[in-house]
Each structure stands twice: as structure tokens, then as C-alpha cells.
């Protein structure tokens, strides 16, 4: 079973970024049906991990997810990495596995 179920998902380009080119965005497909599959290898990561090894890139889907019967908004960057928003506080997910270069953009930095 899975732990979580997406309940909306939409592309958006606008996420601040020090990439000038949004064009690295256009093909970048993620949906529902492999959302779940590409954030199987995420873990959770620290705010300065989050800051220097990964790309924030302009490509970004937002969301809400369901998790223990209740919504949660999340955002997922081209750059490997995820926010899950809760009321108090944000945590952050990323991967570094391999599996992760089928469905992102770049990969973070070791």
C-alpha cells in the first residue's frame, strides 16, 4: 500500500532560480502515475544540505498530497528535491540515488 496518494499535481516554471533558461523545463514530465515511483529513493535532508548541493531550478510541480488522512501542499524541483508543507514547519527530501536521473533534471552535488 502506498503511504501517501497525489491528489493534484500541475506544472510551474516560476520557481526563483539562478537559471535564466526555462527552456530545460519543456520536457520535464512528471504526473501521477510516476510521481510515486520517482520519489521512492527521496530521504529527508538538512536546510544547508538543501541550500548547497542541490539545483533549484526553475521547474517545479506543485501540489497537495494525502498522507495519514490528511492534505498536505508539496512542492517537487527539477533538481531532485521536494517540500512538504505542514503548519509549522517545511521538510525537505532529495535523492542522490541513481534512479533519480530517470526523472530529474540534474542531480545534486556531493
Given amino acids: 500500500a502506498d503511504l ?7 506544472k510551474t516554471n516560476n520557481y526563483p532560480s ?4 526555462t527552456s530545460i523545463c519543456v520536457n ?7 510521481l510515486p515511483s ?10 544547508p544540505e538543501w541550500h548547497y ?8 510541480y506543485e501540489g497537495e498530497l494525502l498522507y495519514n488522512g490528511i492534505t498536505y501542499p508539496f512542492s517537487i524541483n527539477g533538481g531532485s528535491w521536494l517540500t512538504i508543507s505542514y503548519p509549522d514547519s517545511v521538510l525537505r527530501y532529495g ?4 534512479s533519480c536521473t530517470d526523472y530529474f533534471l540534474s542531480s545534486p552535488n556531493e
Avoid: G, M, R, V
Fill in 53 to 60: 548541493s542541490y539545483d533549484h531550478l526553475p521547474c517545479a
Fill in 38 to 47: 520517482a520519489l521512492q529513493s527521496f530521504k529527508k535532508i538538512s536546510t
Fill in 28 to 34: 520535464w514530465d512528471l504526473n501521477k502515475d510516476n
Fill in 95 to 98: 535523492c542522490k540515488d541513481s
Fill in 18 to 21: 539562478s537559471f535564466e533558461d
Fill in 4 to 10: 501517501f496518494k497525489i491528489i493534484s499535481l500541475s
